[in-house]
T-cell receptor, first 113, second 114 residues
Framework: DAKTTQPTSMDCAEGRAANLPCNHSTISGNEYVYWYRQIHSQGPQYIIHGLKNNETNEMASLIITEDRKSSTLILPHATLRDTAVYYCIVRVNAQGGSEKLVFGKGTKLTVNP | DAGITQSPRHKVTETGTPVTLRCHQTENHRYMYWYRQDPGHGLRLIHYSYGVKDTDKGEVSDGYSVSRSKTEDFLLTLESATSSQTSVYFC?????????????FGPGTRLTVL
């Protein structure tokens, strides 16, 4: 299984861009990078995913390096409500066709006023 | 929220009692999952289902059983609850409408076993 490495914590000022890095140097060619976040006591929330091209949706942008060994999640204008633990996950296919998500410890992002 | 609800949202029970948690979805997804989340361990997969009456074990299945008699409901049962099963339990569904599939999570059930 491809593993991910993320910083334990980060801080960001409200209104500024939050850039969350993730290393996944053992990723396979057909594995996707997913980002989820978890606001305190709530269920994990899907943010975005990508394979090799940069992706953008209404929540965030995902920048994947050309060698796919790392990626960066960008929250363009962070708000206090973006304070959460952010998980970078590489998709693992479990036996039988089911998908098993392996969650690491994530990055605790604190957005400060 | 992908139409996922969990019940109960909070439960306190005593060691040795049976407990059943329910996950309900409204969008006819084939795959459903039960995870538990504990400090220092992150989310760990307990069981998953790939269809009605089709289930399989995850990485921490000991002490848990599941059932899925209809598409919309996935039940997690603790036959005899222990204090080590105090945790927050999350249900998830797999949305196969896009490429690749994406998992979406329910709001969670906080279980305390005294």
């Amino acid at each position: 299984d491809a593993k991910t490495t993320q910083p334990t914590s980060m801080d960001c000022a409200e209104g500024r861009a939050a850039n969350l890095p993730c290393n996944h140097s053992t990723i396979s060619g057909n594995e996707y990078v997913y980002w989820y976040r978890q606001i305190h006591s709530q269920g994990p929330q899907y943010i975005i995913h990508g394979l090799k091209n940069n992706e953008t949706n209404e929540m965030a942008s995902l920048i994947i390096t050309e060698d796919r060994k790392s990626s960066t999640l960008i929250l363009p204008h962070a708000t206090l409500r973006d304070t959460a633990v952010y998980y970078c996950i590489v998709r693992v296919n479990a036996q039988g066709g089911s998908e098993k998500l392996v969650f690491g410890k994530g990055t605790k992002l604190t957005v400060n006023p | 929220d992908a139409g996922i609800t969990q019940s109960p949202r909070h439960k306190v029970t005593e060691t040795g009692t049976p407990v059943t948690l329910r996950c309900h979805q409204t969008e006819n997804h084939r795959y459903m999952y039960w995870y538990r989340q504990d400090p220092g361990h992150g989310l760990r997969l307990i069981h998953y289902s790939y269809g009605v009456k089709d289930t399989d074990k995850g990485e921490v299945s000991d002490g848990y059983s599941v059932s899925r008699s209809k598409t919309e409901d996935f039940l997690l049962t603790l036959e005899s609850a222990t204090s080590s099963q105090t945790s927050v339990y999350f249900c998830a569904i797999r949305d196969s409408g896009g490429l690749p599939d994406t998992q979406y999570f329910g709001p969670g059930t906080r279980l305390t076993v005294l």
